[in-house]
């Protein structure tokens, strides 16, 4: 099964808003409420910031929201700061029983 | 402190097989789906397998399919990825990781460890 796809790249300067989406199939994103959303820094392990498409774990900022219309799901994060600099990766459950990552974005804050 | 720690990775030439394990504390594994999650060197992520809160369901990527094998040991709070038949694009970092809802699949993972390295090599 193909990954989902992501944009490979993108930027923002501080205090604005970017969206990144992610898009699949009627068999993954469109077909379940089970699409997750983590960031990773360069040699750590990834951090969970959205599940079941929009619910936030304890912790996470509320800067971090996520939506899905169709087959594509959206992370967007508003107020950007430095610190979110990082690689973001969405998945989705899927009708095979599987689960599937998207190729990754890498956000810079510029 | 809710933590996993994962081991036995290490380099193994292709054809054959290592057993990763994963150390659960501050939780009961019981309660909640598992998953294994792998990155290879500059990749990004890549689901390997998860299974169900109770055992009951499991699921793995068609790339390891019919090689590796997940389980679970209630009495040492663990999990388990026996990989077989080895191959060199098995390489890479193993992650085990915690399903963020207790009683249900791995749909969403919120506790991950820091992971195991598995080289496959001649």
């Known amino acids: 099964q193909s990954a989902l796809t992501q944009p490979a790249s993108m930027s923002g300067s501080p205090g604005q808003s970017i969206t990144i989406s992610c898009t699949g199939t009627?068999?993954?994103?469109?077909?379940?409420?089970?699409v997750s959303w983590y960031q990773q820094y360069s040699g750590k392990a990834p951090k969970l910031m959205i599940y079941?498409?929009?619910n936030r774990p304890s912790g996470v900022s509320n800067r971090f929201s996520g939506s899905k219309s169709g087959n594509t799901a959206s992370l967007t994060i508003s107020g950007l700061q430095a610190e979110d600099e990082a690689d973001y990766y969405c998945?989705?459950?899927?009708?095979?029983?599987?689960?599937?990552f998207g190729g990754g974005t890498k956000l810079t804050v510029l | 402190e809710v933590q996993l720690v994962e081991s036995g990775g290490g380099v193994v030439r292709p054809g054959g097989s290592l057993r990763l394990s994963c150390a659960a504390s501050?939780?009961?594994?019981?309660?909640?789906?598992m998953s294994w999650v792998r990155q290879a060197p500059g990749k990004g992520l890549e689901w390997v397998s998860s299974?169900?809160?109770?055992?009951?369901?499991?699921g793995y990527a068609d790339s390891v399919k019919g090689r590796f094998t997940i389980s679970r040991d209630k009495a040492k709070n663990s999990l388990y990825l026996q990989m077989n038949s080895l191959r060199a694009e098995d390489t890479a970092l193993y992650h085990c990781?915690?399903?963020?809802?207790?009683?249900?699949?791995?749909?969403?993972?919120?506790?991950w460890g820091q992971g195991t390295t598995v080289i496959v090599s001649s």
């Open positions: 990781a915690r399903g963020a809802v207790a009683g249900r699949w791995a749909y969403g993972t919120d506790v």
């Open positions: 501050g939780f009961s594994l019981d309660d909640y789906g």
């Open positions: 299974i169900n809160w109770n055992g009951g369901n499991i």
């Open positions: 009627s068999s993954d994103v469109g077909g379940y409420s089970y």
């Open positions: 079941d498409v929009s």
């Open positions: 998945s989705s459950y899927t009708s095979s029983t599987t689960v599937i």
